[in-house]
Nanobody
């Protein structure tokens, strides 16, 4: 199955910034909605931000004003710029995309392997 390729995680101090990237590999027909999720230790995976192909974005309340989701359709890439990071942002971050591989294909959901973000106090 197709797996999205994530990068950009790491260790930062509270108040710092990170930029996550996620690339859809191989040939595609169209990428529709892309999104970022995160899963902290002992908790379920939760939606952080999403963006449609026409750049309509949405955010959960706890990241509004701090995180920005964007996409580059020519590079088949989605980004998550994370500023003013807090210790409670510590989690494994996963990218997600709705992809149509060829003209007759159905819309399918794909996930990345996850990238660790750790924010120290």
């Amino acid at each position: 199955q197709v797996q999205l390729v994530e990068s950009g995680g790491g260790l930062v101090q509270a108040g710092g910034s990170l930029r996550l990237s996620c690339v859809v590999p191989g040939s595609i027909f169209r990428i529709d909605t892309m999104a970022w999720y995160r899963q902290a230790a002992g908790k379920e995976r939760e939606l952080v931000a999403s963006i449609t192909r026409d750049n309509t974005s949405d955010y959960v309340d706890f990241v509004k004003g701090r995180f920005t989701i964007s996409r580059d359709n020519d590079r088949n890439t989605v980004y998550l710029q994370m500023n003013s990071l807090k210790p409670e942002d510590t989690a494994v971050y996963y990218c997600n995309a709705v992809i149509k591989r060829w003209a007759g294909d159905a819309r399918n959901i794909y996930w990345g392997q996850g990238t660790q973000v750790t924010v120290s106090s």
